[in-house]
């Protein structure tokens, strides 16, 4: 009897929850870390964020505030750059350097960064094939139905194209906010080792995300092939 939330190729996901659990591991001890250190400048992520904006002329960009531990992040929608409890009024290189970061994604929608661009243009598809794939492979198995198992596998691809865009968005975001960090001298060369080290952190969520998709497409496929057999 088939058990649809459990069954042996539940092992190919195995590495990726490792990786993944890891990968939290690791932003959350390096944001912390450096969360401890202060920069030598003194001024908070929220007036580096402000200065970075202005200085590429984004100072029509509000910052806001947003409840929660690294959930910063810049809407594209609204224009708007949002920074969360531990960031906004921090003085740490850690908080500092996730500003930057949200700073260069502020640049990249000025500057109509390809890859953002398209990330932004298929949210709503992606979306769209997030809720359907899995209730569509999971009836296909359910009824024998390989027309379905193939419609939910096509969903899912969807998905796994999201996560293959987002990389180059947030590794590019990165290296303009170290870039900037560096050209304006608000962190020394030192502190910019440690933003780093937390925006390297933090990339590697996204890479265990993209990890664990392309390991569940396997699985799907393997399931498919199960039942074609």
């Known amino acids: 009897m088939y058990y649809p939330f459990f069954d042996s190729t539940m092992i190919l996901l195995i590495p990726a929850l490792i990786f993944s659990m890891w990968a939290q591991f690791k932003v959350k001890s390096t944001f912390a870390k450096y969360s401890e250190v202060g920069a030598e400048s003194g001024v908070t992520a929220q007036r580096v964020g402000r200065l970075l904006l202005d200085m590429r002329g984004l100072s029509g960009v509000p910052i806001e505030h947003i409840s929660g531990q690294l959930t910063d992040h810049y809407d594209p929608r609204a224009k708007v750059l949002r920074l969360s409890d531990s960031v906004e009024t921090s003085r740490s290189i850690a908080a500092i350097g996730v500003a930057a970061h949200e700073v260069g994604h502020a640049i990249q929608d000025q500057e109509g960064y390809s890859f953002l661009r398209l990330r932004n243009s298929i ?107």
């Open 123 to 229: 949210v709503p598809g992606v979306q769209f094939c997030s809720t359907l794939s899995m209730p569509l492979f999971l009836i296909g198995l359910l009824l024998g139905s390989l027309n379905l198992l193939n419609a939910g596998i096509l969903l899912f691809c969807g998905v796994l194209v999201f996560h293959l865009v987002t990389l180059p968005v947030e590794f590019d975001a990165s290296a303009r906010a170290l870039k900037l960090l560096s050209e304006t001298r608000t962190l020394t060369q030192e502190e910019l080792s440690g933003a780093k080290s937390v925006l390297d952190a933090a990339a590697l969520t996204y890479v265990a995300a993209l990890v664990m998709t392309v390991l569940q497409l396997v699985r799907l496929l393997a399931l498919r092939n199960s039942r074609r057999s």
